[in-house]
Nanobody, 115 residues
């Protein structure tokens, strides 16, 4: 199992910002795709944003214009800058890395946005 370690979650007021990071270690390959998913209580896990090597970012409609995904390919690290946070952004956020055909998941980090 590839270790993907996510960090940066926490409690923030509505309108605030957080930056999530997810780093992979102990591997020699670069992921084809890295991204972030989230899962709120009672809901299915959903894609938040993803970024393929050499391609444009893909965002869920609900976060477009507020969240920005970026990657450091050399470090196999993916970031999620979250601005203008809303209470409905509250969820556990999971990072994901795809090295086709395998998918790897981080442990999740809690993001809570208070109104």
């Amino acid at each position: 199992q590839v270790p993907l370690v996510a960090s940066g979650g926490g409690l923030v007021q509505a309108g605030g910002s957080l930056r999530l990071s997810c780093a992979a270690s102990g591997i020699i390959f670069s992921f084809n795709v890295m991204g972030w998913y989230r899962q709120a209580p009672g809901k299915q896990r959903e894609l938040v944003a993803s970024l393929s090597t050499g391609s444009r970012a893909n965002y869920a409609d609900s976060v477009k214009g507020r969240f920005t995904i970026s990657r450091d390919i050399a470090k196999n690290t993916v970031y999620l800058q979250m601005d203008s946070l809303k209470p409905e952004d509250t969820a556990v956020y999971y990072c994901n890395g795809i090295y086709s055909p395998y998918a790897y998941w981080g442990q999740g980090t809690q993001v809570t946005v208070s109104s």
